[in-house]
């Protein structure tokens, strides 16, 4: 059974920073494409970066790019999210996700099948 754990989320102020770890179990990260997505009160999941199983292509959102990024540690089974320059509007629930398909790359949020429970990040101005 796939676990994935967010970890790492807190309350920082504008302009800090904060790194979000995923952790897997059950799944052996390194051939699935794992992305984060976060979710603001009132709104739609928005998918904000990703990383494929090869490590070596990145994905971001037009509103997280040059402040956010995606690594990963295969060998600890574990997706980063390092949060630079944090505003306020980044203020959501985080969450990791891994597609159902490995060896497969989307953003979509209907193809991954497997949810962290996700971390608060509060941004006060």
């Known amino acids: 059974q796939v676990q994935l754990v967010e970890s790492g989320g807190g309350s920082v102020q504008a302009g800090g920073s904060l790194r979000l770890s995923c952790a897997a179990s059950?799944?052996?990260?390194?051939?699935?494409?794992v992305a984060w997505f976060r979710q603001a009160p009132g709104k739609e999941r928005e998918f904000i970066a990703s990383?494929?199983?090869?490590?070596?292509?990145?994905y971001y959102s037009d509103s997280v790019k040059g402040r956010f990024t995606i690594s990963r540690d295969n060998a600890k089974n574990t997706v980063y999210l390092q949060m630079n320059s944090l505003k306020a509007e980044d203020t959501a629930v985080y969450y990791c996700?891994?597609?159902?398909?490995?060896?497969?790359?989307?953003?979509?949020?209907?193809?991954?099948?497997?949810w962290g429970q996700g971390t608060q990040v509060t941004v006060s101005s």
């Open positions: 996700a891994v597609p159902r398909t490995s060896y497969y790359y989307t953003q979509s949020p209907k193809a991954f099948g497997s």
């Open positions: 059950g799944v052996t990260i390194s051939v699935y494409t």
């Open positions: 990383i494929r199983w090869n490590g070596g292509s990145t």
